[in-house]
């Protein structure tokens, strides 16, 4: 069964520190997101990405953050200078067609220090 | 208001009963909805899309009610294995965005 796969599974980075976080969507799907999860908080929308664009970025998202879709294949956040509070767990999807149900991938924990 | 808001619960639930519990949305223009289970520090897992029909898969229904703006999920002959996060989502077309509500804690017990 096709699945989204995320790497790495944990990374632990010094605060400062840029991170990339990679993601290989299921291979027919054309709609990509990242997502975080706080420790005990709610799933947070972090952007929607289709035909090599942003369609949405919440306020989260902001400078710090990027993704890029740089292959084909691959669909990474980079987080340039992260700090204490990026801490989280990042998950990727994917989706077929808009509306569609979306697949996670199993998530990077990002562990700032 | 939050785009999606659920009951964080918990609803304790003993093994072989019925559990029922709503999600609302605040935006109109959300076109598809689905369940969502989460365990413990996993990612989410489609449990169920919700049809404007209502719909079910095995022991769960989902249903949609636009007018009022909810879903619910219903469990019926709850499992032990059922215990987990349930996540209600809605999609909207305008970004592509899926929006996920805080999620409501379900706990079977023996």
């Known amino acids: 069964e096709p699945e989204v796969t995320q790497t790495p599974s944990h990374q632990v980075t010094q605060m400062g520190q840029e991170v990339i976080l990679r993601c290989v969507p299921i291979s027919n799907h054309l709609y990509f997101y990242w997502y975080r999860q706080i420790l005990g908080q709610k799933v947070e929308f972090l952007v929607s990405f289709y035909n090599n664009e942003i369609s949405e970025k919440s306020e989260i998202f902001d400078d710090q953050f990027s993704v890029e879709r740089p292959d084909g294949s691959n669909f990474t956040l980079k987080i340039r200078s992260t700090k204490l509070e990026d801490s989280a767990m990042y998950f990727c999807?994917?989706?077929?067609?808009?509306?569609?149900?979306?697949?996670f991938g199993q998530g990077t924990r990002l562990t700032v220090v | 208001r939050k785009e999606v808001e659920q009951d964080p619960g918990p609803f304790n639930v003993p093994e072989g009963a019925t559990v029922a519990f709503n999600c609302t949305y605040s935006?109109?223009?959300?076109?598809?909805f689905f369940w969502y289970r989460q365990d413990c520090r996993k990612e989410p897992k489609l449990l169920m899309s919700v049809y404007s029909s209502g719909n079910e898969d095995g022991r769960f229904t989902a249903q949609l009610n636009r007018a009022s703006q909810y879903i619910s999920l219903l469990i019926r002959d709850s499992k032990l294995s059922d215990s987990a996060t349930y996540l209600c989502v809605a999609f909207k077309a305008a970004g592509n965005k899926l929006t996920f509500g805080g999620g409501t804690r379900v706990l079977v017990k023996p």
């Open positions: 999807a994917s989706m077929r067609a808009p509306g569609t149900e979306a697949f």
């Open positions: 935006n109109s223009a959300s076109q598809s």
